[in-house]
């Protein structure tokens, strides 16, 4: 917004309001309750951490943007279920330590947990959070565990560490509710994309569309259609290149979204609706 070619104009900053609110309605996000614009400038700070002075920008006096973020509603992350812990990365360091972000539960040191999909038993020896070496990481937390019981080499992205009595899900071929962001032509049964999905990416073959889904009111209409097109949302079933470690997004959101890219572009978005095999 400080650029020479904007110096904080209301007009520009509406132009780029206009501009995203139809791809972001398109992604489902509502217009009244889920979108906050803000003008700021990273280059001065200016509304980042306090509102500007009003001989800067006079048409905008709502809140900066951290004030805005820190009242957000706090996300409610469950303490009490079974550890999950999608790997990003990992080396060799005296061990194998893997990094990531806990979605799930609670670790301890010298705990046993379980990596999936390969289902290799392992046993915490040291746990770090934000670099701090610690006794125990909990859900939120930015952590790196050092791990006995498995080669670096036998863990890859997309990985998932759990509680050992209570694993995650695993799988090839799953239901999934997807909405068709931005394709040209048609998508039809054989379709190949990549699907991310939390810190995996793996290749997915579109096996079948179930059915239609009705843009507003959600419901499902026209069984087993030949195709579907750009914003339009259906129910596939989708077949992964690899098992993958995934859950229904209504019992564990956090694992259950996804994107579906092709030749760079974020093509669909979607959620899991049911596990197959």
């Known amino acids: 917004m400080d650029d020479s070619t904007v110096l904080w104009s209301e007009e520009r900053f509406t132009e780029c309001r206009e501009k995203l609110l139809p791809y972001l309605k398109k992604c489902g996000f509502n217009v009244k309750t889920d979108l906050k614009f803000i003008p700021c400038s990273g280059l001065t700070g200016t509304f980042l951490k306090e509102p500007a002075d009003e001989t800067i920008c006079s048409w905008y006096r709502g809140p900066a943007f951290i004030p805005y973020i820190d ?25 194998t330590v893997v990094l990531g972000k806990v979605e799930m539960g609670i670790a301890k040191k010298g705990q046993q947990l379980v990596i999936m999909p390969n289902r290799t038993i392992v046993e915490i020896i040291q746990l770090w959070s934000d670099d701090d070496e610690v006794n125990s990481v909990g859900v939120g937390e930015n952590v790196k565990i050092k791990l006995k019981g498995v080669e670096e080499e036998d863990v890859s992205q997309g990985f998932v560490l759990c509680d050992a009595s209570q694993p995650c899900r695993t799988g090839k071929i799953f239901d999934a509710q997807v909405h ?98």
């Open 71 to 95: 009242n957000l509603p706090s996300l409610d992350r469950s303490l009490e279920g079974p550890f999950r812990m999608p790997i990003i990365d990992r080396y060799k360091d005296m061990g």
């Open 180 to 277: 068709i962001v931005e394709h040209k032509s048609i998508i039809c049964a054989g379709y190949s994309a990549v699907c991310h999905i939390h810190t995996a990416a793996e290749e997915v073959t579109l096996k079948a569309i179930i059915c239609l889904i009705d843009k507003k009111s959600r419901e499902k209409r026209t069984a087993r259609p030949r195709y579907v097109k750009q914003d339009q949302g259906a129910i596939m079933r989708l077949e992964a290149a690899g098992v993958i470690c995934l859950e229904p997004f209504e019992e564990f959101p956090q694992m259950g979204r996804f994107t579906l890219r092709d030749e760079g572009k974020t093509i669909a978005i979607g959620k899991v609706l049911k596990v197959k095999e």
